[in-house]
């Protein structure tokens, strides 16, 4: 399938780029998104680029080079985790940016690839990384972790109700079986939580969706990466820069909108915190309510269904802590 950006113009109007303007993409893929930033900064405008995953890196420099026309010199490449943001930002001799995207979790190849093991639809095997570099795949998770984590994370991460029966079951059958292959542990939930295959569950969605979600996160550990590049971006972002962030579930949007909260109304019960200034605002949002793809784009692109698109600006710096 070939790979659609998401809310790829509504990025562009509310982001608002300038010719020569200095714009981090922190979750590259394949490049779509990035191209349009490239487009609209110009060649001496600066676009840094993060990707964890090497082969979306790979991927994406190829596509960036034959749209720049082999003119990439402005764009800087960094294969790591955005949680890492101001400490690789800054090492390339950059201090302050105009505007960051984040585009958040999996990108198509992550599902296309069954060896990937994010998606049950096929088989394969319990692995989940988007950084192969890591040691900690899904099936350590699964096999290794104690019954009470394994709960609080289905429970936590996957909104997941039958999060302790299915602890409970998972960590009694892998005394006798290890859990190696994502068709495997579907199955098994599945049984687990409605007595059988193939069994009428009663939600829209697969018992097993919400169990696979909770150890993607836990496996990248997505939402702590996520709140501690938010923290650096707001730092690293120049007065009048935009921060734009597309989430594909409740638990990062929540994380986006309380992040954000806090620094539009930084006098609400903030005597502790770092950002108290006396109650005037440090960002403002640009997007009152999220803004999310209309009924054309999701037909095109159906992983568009579940993204929220909100875009702040900030407005004043941030007190010296
Ligand atoms: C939804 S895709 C981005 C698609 C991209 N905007 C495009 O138009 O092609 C998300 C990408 O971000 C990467 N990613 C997710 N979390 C990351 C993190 N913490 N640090 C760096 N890259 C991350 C994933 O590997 C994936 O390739």
């Known amino acids: 399938m070939d790979h659609v950006s998401v809310l790829k113009s509504d990025v562009e109007k509310l982001l608002d780029l ?36 090497e082969r979306n890196l790979k991927e994406a420099k190829k596509r960036i080079k034959e749209f720049a026309k082999g003119e990439t010199k402005n764009v800087f490449y960094i294969s790591d985790n955005f949680r890492y943001l101001k400490k690789r930002i800054t090492e390339i001799g950059i201090k302050k940016i105009d505007a960051i995207l984040f585009d958040l979790g999996l990108s198509s190849p992550h599902i296309d690839d069954s060896n990937r093991g994010f998606s049950f639809l096929n088989d394969g095997p319990l692995d989940m990384r ?94 702590k990466a996520l709140s501690d590049a938010l923290d ?10 935009r921060i734009a962030v597309i989430s594909y579930h409740s638990l990062e949007d929540r994380i986006v909108k309380q992040f954000f909260k806090k620094l539009e109304q930084p006098q609400v019960s903030m005597q502790e915190s770092i950002y108290r200034n006396h109650g005037d605002s440090i960002f403002e949002p640009i997007t009152r309510k999220p803004v999310v793809p209309t009924d054309e784009e999701i037909a095109q692109n159906r992983r568009s269904r579940s993204a929220k698109l909100r875009v702040y600006k900030k407005v004043r710096e941030l007190p010296q802590s």
């Open 18 to 53: 300038k010719k020569g303007e200095i714009v981090v993409d922190a979750t590259l893929g394949l490049g779509g998104h990035a191209m349009m930033l490239l487009k609209n900064i110009g060649k001496t405008g600066k676009l840094v680029a993060f990707e964890q995953d």
């Open 130 to 223: 988007f950084d192969e570099r890591n040691s900690l795949t899904a099936e350590v998770v699964v096999n290794e972790w104690k019954e009470e984590d394994l709960a609080r994370i289905f429970y936590e991460y996957g909104e997941e109700k039958y999060a302790r029966k299915i602890a409970r079951e998972i960590c009694s059958h892998r005394k006798t079986e290890k859990f190696t292959s994502t068709l495997q542990l579907a199955t098994f939930i599945e049984v687990a939580v409605c007595g059988g295959v193939g069994k009428k569950w009663r939600e829209k969605i697969h018992p097993a969706t919400r169990v696979f979600q909770a150890l993607r996160i836990a496996v990248n550990d997505e939402l």
């Open 232 to 241: 650096q971006a707001a730092e690293m972002l120049n007065i009048g820069g």
